[in-house]
C-alpha cells in the first residue's frame, strides 16, 4: 500500500496529464499539438491533419463539407462522390 508521502499531488497528476497529452502526436507528420497551425479531422476516423501536410489551405477549408484521409479514402466505400484535393464530396 502507498503512503501518503508517495501518492502524487493533486498539481503534479495535473501536470502529468498535461505532459501526456502533449506527447499524442497528430497528422502523418507525426508531431504533438501545435495551436498555431490550421487542422483539419477526418470524417472517417476522427484523426486530425494539418492542413499543409494533406493539401487543405485553412482560407479554402470552409469549402470542404467532408474531408477523409488518404487511409479512409481507402477503406470506406463511397458512392456519388467527387474528390478535390484529397477531399471527397459526397452526394449520399
Not at 499531488?9 to 499524442?24: G, L
Amino acid at each position: 500500500m502507498a503512503t501518503k508521502e508517495e501518492q502524487p499531488s493533486s498539481r503534479e497528476a495535473a501536470e502529468q496529464i498535461r505532459a501526456e497529452a502533449d506527447e499524442h502526436l497528430y497528422c502523418i507528420c507525426k508531431t504533438p499539438y501545435d495551436p498555431s497551425r490550421f487542422m483539419i479531422a477526418c470524417d472517417g476516423c476522427d484523426d486530425w491533419f494539418h492542413g499543409d501536410c494533406v493539401g487543405v489551405a485553412e482560407k479554402d477549408s470552409d469549402m470542404v463539407d467532408k474531408y477523409y484521409c488518404k487511409r479512409c479514402q481507402g477503406s470506406y466505400l463511397l458512392h456519388s462522390c467527387s474528390t478535390f484535393d484529397n477531399t471527397f464530396h459526397c452526394l449520399n
